[in-house]
């Protein structure tokens, strides 16, 4: 009896515990309806702003594209404006010739062709193709000063002729007392071919109406003379000009100087040209000539001294090809402008900024780099003048490039020194040294000239320019 009221306790018990958990159950499964209900919301709703996002992506990566393109680009101008702010045309106004060499250059070729057309069936000495040197072709021309358009023009031995040069190569590189020997050649076996008799094997009687070989024409003791080939082609080149297009509207005047040709030409519109024609012969197939171009009454008109000018000139042209503005030539016109009225030539100048190049990575000549360039250049000179030193550049130098062809004895002679004069001179020697010290007020005052002659925001470069040369002793 007393167990059945123990057991039946037990069961109702039970069924009371069992009633509590169905309802805890019944609550946590609905809080569990409730969450994955808002899951499935939330998830729903992340579907949806993805939707919305694909729709949106493009546009906001454009935008952002064009906000960096515009980043970019304000930088570029910041760079331009910096650079600037430190170019040598913000040292005074440098105005370029409005008058292109090249052109000048195209139409003496033009006439050199007439040339050549006219002396056709002669044995005067033949001109080539002209070659641009000088301060006008190489883009540092003084602006002040009226360009000179100076032209090279090599001449080549007529037929039944050859040039031999004598060169004298026992002193000093360049050489200059060279000349050129004119020596008849044989030319039996090709007389009819070449339609003229063989000078040197040919009785003068039998030579009939034959032209004069050149050696009676232009020559001085069998050497080729300089002061008879300038009149000689003063009159050629007279004759030619009537033959071109141009002197319909232009005039040409051709003005002898004693060893050269000077061609005054006038368009239509009353300016004036100046080209200065200088004759000379290639030294077999290298970039040095030998070149007549000094009018010291002194010398003889039969002394051709061997000239670098066209080495020179494609040196620059090798140094333009791998650069891509003409920077270096703004400097030699800033330093042509702060070495007015010193003692220092210009070639000298020409020789440093050589030497610099060669040295200074070409990355490092552009606009930004230019108070260093400066610095460096009258540095450089500095050290050359306590030195007494300065080599010049295409002799005995390693550095220079492989695609200017120079004789074997300009790259294993001893270098020639340009400031020779100070070692021969110590008074001159101080007197240089004075002077040089004065270059940094020149070129301080270049830097502080009127503002109307400076762009906006130079000011500032101008204060950073004065300690910069003021801190520095050079």
């Known amino acids: 009896m007393t167990l059945g009221l123990v057991f039946t306790w037990l069961v109702q018990r039970v069924q009371g515990v069992n009633e509590e958990l169905d309802a805890e159950t019944l609550e946590r499964m609905c809080e569990r309806e409730n969450l ?122 007529p037929c039944g002729h ?14 200059r007392n060279s000349r050129i020997r004119v020596d008849l050649e044989c030319t039996c076996g090709r007389e009819q071919q070449m339609g003229m008799q063989c000078f040197l094997h040919t009785a003068k009687k039998q030579l009939g109406n034959q032209r004069s070989s050149l050696l009676h024409e232009l020559c001085t003791d069998s050497y080729l003379d300089a002061e008879k080939t300038a009149h000689w082609f003063q009159v050629l080149i007279e004759n030619a000009w009537k033959c071109m297009p141009e002197s319909a509207t232009c005039s040409m005047n051709a003005v002898l100087s004693r060893c050269s040709c000077r061609l005054h030409l006038t368009d239509i519109f009353k300016r004036i040209f100046i080209i200065k024609v200088v004759f000379d012969v290639q030294q077999d197939s290298t970039n040095i000539f030998l070149s007549e171009e000094t009018e010291a009454p002194s010398i003889p008109s039969t002394t051709w001294p061997q000239s670098c000018a066209v080495a ?49 990575p070409l990355e490092s000549w552009h606009g930004i780099y230019f108070l260093q360039r400066m610095d460096d250049i009258l540095c450089y000179l500095r050290c050359c003048m306590e030195e007494k030193r300065l080599n010049h550049f295409l002799v005995g130098n390693e550095d220079v490039p492989v695609k200017i062809i120079l004789p074997e004895e300009f790259r294993v002679s001893q270098p020639l020194n340009l400031f020779q004069r100070l070692v021969q001179d110590p008074d001159r020697h101080e007197q240089v040294l004075q002077e040089l010290g004065e270059l940094q007020d020149r070129l301080t005052s270049l830097l502080l000239k009127p503002s109307t002659q400076r762009t906006p925001g130079l000011s500032e470069s101008i204060c950073l320019l004065w300690e910069h040369f003021s801190l520095q002793k050079l």
């Open 312 to 360: 020179e000139a494609k040196f620059w042209q090798h140094i333009a090809d791998h650069e891509d503005d003409s920077f270096h030539f703004r400097c030699m016109q800033v330093c042509g402008q702060i070495l007015t009225g010193h003692t220092f030539s210009i070639y000298e100048l020409k020789t440093v900024l050589m030497h610099l190049l060669t040295a200074i």
């Open 162 to 175: 050859v040039f031999h040069l004598d060169l004298c190569i026992t002193g000093e590189l360049p050489a």
């Open 36 to 157: 994955g209900q808002s899951r499935i919301g939330i998830r729903a709703l992340l579907f949806t702003a993805l939707s919305y996002w694909k729709i949106w992506a493009v546009p906001i990566i454009l935008l952002f594209l064009f906000m960096w393109k515009i980043h970019k680009k304000f930088l570029v101008v910041e760079q331009e404006i910096e650079e600037s702010l430190f170019f040598p045309d913000t040292l005074w106004p440098i105005q370029r010739h409005l008058r292109n060499p090249e052109h000048m250059l195209s139409l003496f070729s033009g006439l050199i062709n007439i040339c050549k057309g006219l002396l056709v069936d002669t044995f005067y000495p033949v001109p080539e193709h002209p070659i641009g040197v000088g301060s006008t072709y190489e883009d540092w021309s003084p602006p002040e000063n009226e360009p000179i358009y100076c032209l090279l023009v090599p001449l080549s031995a």
